[in-house]
């Protein structure tokens, strides 16, 4: 979800409209106790008897719903990252750590209060990388919400310790300009270090951390033998002629990116960045290159995410018109905005561009009191085709193939009932990513959904196994 540009960063100017009331919940503890999922209340946000409608190939296999104290509707269940059989889920109010050995049976592990915005996260070793872009008191899991206007609050990156995914540990942080509203976890060459690109956004005159011109994102480095020890080592400037100045229509002015994919195999990188879809040479790790910079006046009002196919040869942008708190998935928007857009990678290595091909939206009309639009989703390992499984906030889940570039379509899905049919209030899949032989979901309201896909043109990638699974930091398959 985009942030807005004045920077009173509870939701977005167009979620700020349709949900009041919203606030973090205090912190308690950066590591609660451990005993597994009976310490927590089963309390159930979501109606409980909201109807299921699906294609015959998926199957529901388990939903967890969101629990204590993350159980309120201002708790937004987000992004998510994998090791092994724990899934690590991202909360505007800390994270949740789910055991999902048995995907039928998915059981909380411990959760985590430590506020601080969306709560991006990614994964590497034994270290959980946590973004904080809401201003606060300070970098503890203690702090409490200060005014974005104070010069002494803190937003950035905190590190963890999960050697025992039962009790994460604080290990450090670090500042970061403008907070960190996604973050993209980028391998070095060596192995003794990863990269974490920051991107942020949203600079006023008025907030003393946050000066513009913004369009820039942060390079932060971490030594994995020592992350006590991360380091600011680079904040380049992409858009030295200030990228998309914004239209009237409703396209987001460029200040910063709001998320970034990295293909390392190919040293490739694709920004979203707000009026602008960038491609990136990112073999200097410490000096990322801009080298293609497409916009779409015409459909794409704000530039969300990346998601390359596993050749490198092409990308797909999301575009999260309304800043994912609007119902842009009915009739009256149409088509072609709040869409993905398909775009083939012609050329290669320094002349790599982007050349448009298609619109990809989900077929089905949803109500004016869902909030849907094109959000988090990942490739489904599948060699010699391309498919991806996607999040559309309450428009569910849709699972469709571009191995056609210019004529997607959409081959499973699975989509609640409204979360409130008489007002509109934010809900549904936050991500949906497919991993080690499932779709997993998170829910803003819903809490952890797991899917069986059962298609013969995707059951290869059942046999696909990873140990680690950032969905930003795409690997290469073969099955």
Request: glycine letters at 10%; one cysteine or more; a negative charge.
């Amino acid at each position: 979800m985009p942030k807005p540009t004045g920077r009173r960063r509870a939701l977005g100017a167009a979620i700020g409209a349709l949900v009041l009331g919203l606030s973090l919940a205090p912190a308690t503890a950066a590591t609660p106790p451990s005993d597994g999922p009976e310490q927590y209340s089963a309390q159930q946000v979501a109606p409980p008897n909201s109807e299921i409608d699906k294609s015959e190939n998926v199957d529901h296999v388990a939903n967890l719903p969101k629990q204590a104290p993350f159980n309120t509707l201002e708790a937004y269940g987000t992004d998510i990252a994998f090791k092994q059989n724990i899934a690590y889920v991202g909360n505007y109010d800390g994270f949740v750590v789910y055991d999902i050995a048995n995907p039928k049976k998915p059981r909380i592990v411990t959760q985590v209060q430590c506020p601080g915005g969306q709560g991006d996260m990614s994964v590497s070793g034994n270290l959980l990388f946590v973004s904080t872009d809401y201003p606060r008191s300070n970098n503890t899991c203690t702090s409490e919400a200060t005014d974005a206007a104070d010069p002494n609050g803190w937003e950035g990156m905190k590190v963890f310790d999960i050697s025992d995914p039962a009790k994460p540990r604080y290990v450090s942080a670090i500042a970061t300009d403008c907070g960190s509203h996604t973050h993209t976890l980028v391998p070095d060459k060596t192995g003794e270090s990863v990269y974490l690109y920051v991107s942020s956004y949203g600079p006023k005159a008025e907030f003393p951390n946050c000066q513009p011109p913004h369009d820039k994102i942060s390079i932060i480095k971490v030594p994995l033998a020592d992350p006590a020890a991360p380091e600011l080592v680079n904040a380049p400037v992409l858009f030295p002629d200030g990228g998309n100045p914004g239209q009237p229509d409703g396209v987001r002015e460029t200040t910063g990116c709001h998320d970034i994919t990295v293909f390392p195999s190919k040293d490739l990188a694709a920004g979203a960045c707000m009026g602008d879809g960038v491609l990136f040479d990112i073999s200097d790790r410490e000096n990322p290159r801009v080298i293609n910079q497409v916009r779409d006046d015409t459909n794409f009002a704000f530039w969300h995410s990346a998601t390359f196919n596993n050749e490198g040869t092409k990308v797909i942008f999301t575009d999260e018109l309304g800043g994912g708190g609007a119902a842009t998935c009915n009739e009256a928007t149409g088509p072609t905005r709040g869409a993905n857009g398909i775009y083939d990678i012609t050329g290669s290595g320094a002349d790599s561009k982007l050349a448009f091909k298609s619109y990809y939206k989900i077929p089905r009309h949803q109500a004016d009191t869902e909030n849907c639009v094109a959000h988090n989703g990942s490739l489904i390992p599948v060699a010699g085709g391309d498919f991806m499984v996607q999040a559309w906030y309450q428009g569910g889940i849709s699972v469709f193939d571009f191995t056609d570039s210019a004529n997607p379509k959409e081959i499973a899905y699975f989509d609640r009932s409204t979360f409130n049919p008489n007002e509109l209030q934010v809900a549904g899949s936050w991500s949906a990513y497919y991993y080690n032989g499932h779709i997993y979901s998170s829910g803003i309201q819903e809490g952890l959904d797991v899917l069986d896909l059962r298609d013969k043109r995707t059951d290869s990638a059942k046999h696909v196994r990873y140990e680690e699974f950032n969905p930003q930091t795409q690997p290469v398959y073969q099955n």
